[in-house]
C-alpha cells in the first residue's frame, strides 16, 4: 500500500492550502477561527501531519473563500499516474 501522507499529491495539496490562507491574508489562527478548531489543526495539516478528508477540504475551502475544485485540481496534477492506494 502506497503512503499518501508524504505522497507529491498531498504535498502539493498542502501548498496549496497555505497559498490559499496567504492570499486571504489569514493566520492559521485566524483560519482555526472561521474553522471553530485549535491552531493546532491547522498547523499540523499545512506541516504535512495531519490529511485532510473530502469533507474536510470542503470545509477548509469555504473558510477560505475558494473552490474546493481549486485545491484539488493541484493535488490531481501532482499525483502520480501510477499512484496505488
Same mark, same amino acid.
Given at each position: 500500500?502506497?503512503? @499518501?501522507?508524504? !505522497? !507529491?499529491? &498531498?504535498?502539493?495539496? *498542502?501548498? /496549496?492550502? =497555505? /497559498?490559499?490562507?496567504? &492570499?486571504? $491574508? #489569514? @493566520?492559521?489562527?485566524? #483560519? /482555526?477561527? *472561521?474553522?471553530?478548531? +485549535?491552531? !493546532?489543526?491547522? $498547523? *499540523?495539516? %499545512?506541516?504535512? %501531519?495531519?490529511?485532510?478528508?473530502?469533507? %474536510?477540504? =470542503?470545509?477548509?475551502? *469555504? /473558510?477560505?473563500? =475558494?473552490?474546493?475544485?481549486? #485545491? #484539488?485540481?493541484?493535488? %490531481?496534477?501532482? @499525483?502520480?499516474?501510477? +499512484?496505488? =492506494?
Amino acid at each position: 500500500m502506497a503512503k @499518501t501522507i508524504r !505522497s !507529491s499529491g &498531498h504535498e502539493a495539496l *498542502r501548498d /496549496a492550502l =497555505i /497559498a490559499a490562507r496567504k &492570499h486571504a $491574508a #489569514l @493566520t492559521q489562527a485566524e #483560519l /482555526a477561527a *472561521r474553522l471553530r478548531c +485549535h491552531q !493546532s489543526f491547522v $498547523a *499540523r495539516v %499545512e506541516s504535512g %501531519e495531519r490529511r485532510v478528508d473530502v469533507i %474536510e477540504l =470542503i470545509v477548509l475551502a *469555504r /473558510a477560505l473563500e =475558494i473552490g474546493a475544485g481549486d #485545491l #484539488l485540481s493541484a493535488a %490531481e496534477a501532482a @499525483t502520480e499516474p501510477d +499512484h496505488r =492506494i
